[in-house]
């Protein structure tokens, strides 16, 4: 092309007219453009390319668009490599049309965003042998991807967390139950009660953390013992004993901060048998819960909050993925380790306390 122009003033005198319309249209169209030579120079570019890849248009022209490449637009690129290579290769055999997603990285003079390539061959005209390359911007459709995926994964999680902890509830309500009918006393059934009302209040929590999204709900000063002692009742804890070792208030989502203490008091009874010895103390900056049974080896600790992963028949594998789940929403820290006696112990730090 005799004398490349601007996108904002008058196309090169070699295109013709019908093709300095589509230029025309394509100057003011809402994906970037590049239109090259023979030689794959640079012979036209319009404003939305330049601000797609942080360039100045006016200087890209007569530009060797494979030198630009490996000088001012690779690098923006989250796969630099990838991207080069391949709109490289579109020069090196330029008779096929090539289609590809890439992700530009946010900087200075350009923000983040997804951007779909796609170029063919010019067959005809003044610039046969060159090509065309055109970028939309997919942003938008990739982030309505990534929201149905994240959607899709809180509905497999509170599939989950619903099946698993309203277990607790229910088992300790058909326990006290069927001993009342045993023995006919009546405290049996109160206990019944407070396991179902447990269970109820589980729902309702349950089915708002699925509407809003968010794992964790109002945070408030919760007293650790006490807390502690209202989990013993809505477990089955068997013959299980428990040393509460904390005085601590803490902030957090009480509802929240239940399930973590119910699922730390299951898993000890599950694992190391129904007189396990549970104890709960201070840290530094937050608590433990410990047990005295045959602890977690250092190899399996790292797949121990791994969703689905169980070393019992009867487990589901989901309890301390939840665990993890909404230690990580309070903005804690969990470690699984041994416990003095050689059982297993978790340290939740990070925590605030009254």
């Known amino acids: 092309m005799t004398s490349p122009s601007s996108t904002s003033g008058t196309l090169p005198n070699i295109v013709r007219e019908s093709e300095g319309a589509v230029l025309s249209a394509l100057a003011e169209a809402d994906m970037g453009v590049f239109v090259l030579g023979p030689?794959?120079?640079?012979?036209?570019?319009?404003?939305t390319a330049g601000e797609y890849f942080g360039i100045d248009p006016s200087k890209a022209l007569g530009a060797d668009k494979a030198s630009l490449i490996q000088s001012e637009i690779k690098h923006i690129f989250e796969e630099p490599e990838r991207f080069a290579d391949t709109v490289l290769s579109t020069y090196e055999d330029n008779s096929y049309v090539e289609e590809f997603e890439c992700h530009v990285r946010p900087g200075a003079d350009r923000r983040e965003r997804w951007l779909r390539h796609q170029s063919r061959p010019i067959e005809t005209g003044a610039l046969a042998g060159g090509r065309v390359e055109q970028y939309t911007d997919i942003s938008e459709r990739k982030e309505r991807k990534r929201e149905l995926e994240r959607q899709n994964e809180k509905l497999e999680r509170f599939t989950s967390v619903v099946s698993h902890d309203l277990r607790n509830p229910l088992l300790v309500?058909?326990?006290?139950l069927s001993l009342a009918q045993e023995t006919g006393e009546s405290e049996h059934v109160a206990e019944a009660l407070t396991a179902v009302e447990r269970g109820q209040s589980l729902i309702d929590d349950l089915l708002t953390l699925s509407r809003q999204g968010d794992v964790v709900g109002e945070v408030e000063p919760v007293d650790l013992p006490s807390l502690v002692d209202d989990c013993w009742q809505t477990v089955e804890t068997r013959t299980a004993t428990r040393?509460?070792?904390t005085e601590q208030t803490v902030r957090a989502d009480r509802s929240r901060l239940q399930?973590?203490?119910?699922?730390?008091?299951?898993n000890a009874v599950e694992h190391a048998g129904p007189e396990v010895e549970i104890t709960v103390g201070d840290l530094e900056d937050g608590f433990y819960v410990a047990d005295d049974g045959p602890g977690v080896p250092?190899?399996?600790r790292e797949d121990a909050f791994t969703p689905g992963v169980t070393t019992t028949?009867?487990?589901t594998g989901f309890g301390l993925a939840i665990v993890e789940e909404i230690v990580t929403a309070?903005?804690?820290?969990?470690?699984?380790t041994d416990s003095e006696s050689g059982g297993a112990r978790f340290e939740i730090t990070g925590v605030e306390t009254v």
Do not use: C, K, M, Y
Not at 39 to 47: A, L, R, T
Not at 259 to 266: A, K, M, P, S
Not at 330 to 336: K, Y
């Open 39 to 47: 030689d794959f120079s640079v012979q036209w570019v319009n404003e």
């Open 173 to 176: 309500a058909a326990g006290r």
């Open 243 to 245: 040393t509460v070792a």
């Open 259 to 266: 399930q973590i203490l119910e699922n730390f008091i299951r």
């Open 298 to 300: 250092p190899r399996a």
């Open 313 to 315: 028949e009867d487990g």
């Open 330 to 336: 309070h903005g804690w820290q969990i470690r699984l």
